[in-house]
């Protein structure tokens, strides 16, 4: 069985700065990662995935995030924030090369970003 | 737009009526998931189809909850019998049964059981 861990349920952070999402997996097979953004009242958009090959990935609105297989981690990082990032973060694993892939989430983490 | 929809967005019913939800996935995706997220919560996952055949159920899909896909391209949720911890946003996604490691959601239905 999968779980997620998003250590933070809320993080204020004023416009401009940098941010760090933590997300921490347990997994007993190889995993796909993700992560998605939620705006009020909307579905899930993502913002960008680990499947293999480089630790380090580029997604969508300047975010990125490493993979860490030893630590079990893939936080997600932001160098400077703008007022539009505030929504919530989900992270997500799926069981790599499986049939099916479904999405195991974490709580969320709810990013505020103030002027 | 050729992205996931859902239908209705909203949806208000009385505690112990029947209620259908809807999903159209994206056109050239095979497989089609079902979640559930409750308030300040993760979505979890429901079922999900591969063409027209439903190949997992989750035990959060209780005898109340049915899906169906009988012509692998839309799908129906119905609960019956509902009860106000029903209350929840119903998600649906689609991907690629080939390199469809990703998902892709719709926008969701929210449902509140008065």
């Not at chain 1, 899930?44 to 030893?70: D, P, R």
């Not at chain 2, 409750?38 to 989750?58: D, I, M």
Request: aromatic share 12%.
């Amino acid at each position: 069985a999968q779980s997620v861990t998003q250590l933070d349920s809320q993080v204020p952070v004023f416009e401009e700065a940098p941010v760090e999402l933590r997300c921490n997996y347990s997994s007993s097979v190889s995993v796909y990662l993700f992560w998605y953004v939620q705006y009020p009242n909307q579905g899930l958009q993502l913002l960008l995935k680990y499947l293999s090959g480089s630790t380090l990935v580029k997604g969508i609105n300047g975010f990125e995030a490493e993979f860490n297989k030893s630590q079990t981690t893939f936080h997600l990082r932001k160098p400077s924030v703008h007022i539009s990032d505030t929504a919530e973060y989900f992270c997500a694993v799926s069981e790599g090369g499986a049939a099916g892939n479904k999405l195991t989430f974490g709580g969320g983490t709810r990013v505020l970003v103030k002027p | 737009d050729t992205g996931v929809s859902q239908n209705p967005r909203h949806k208000i019913t009385k505690r112990g009526q029947n209620v259908t939800f809807r999903c159209d996935p994206i056109s050239e995706h095979n497989r089609l998931y079902w979640y559930r997220q409750t308030l300040g919560q993760g979505p979890e996952f429901l079922t999900y189809f591969q063409n027209e055949a439903q190949l997992e159920k989750s035990r959060l899909l209780s005898d109340r909850f049915s899906a169906e896909r009988p012509k692998g391209s839309f799908s129906t949720l119905e609960i019956q019998r509902t009860e106000q911890g029903d209350s929840a946003m119903y998600l649906c996604a689609s991907s690629q049964s080939v390199g469809g490691e990703t998902q892709y959601f719709g926008p969701g239905t929210r449902l509140l059981v008065l």
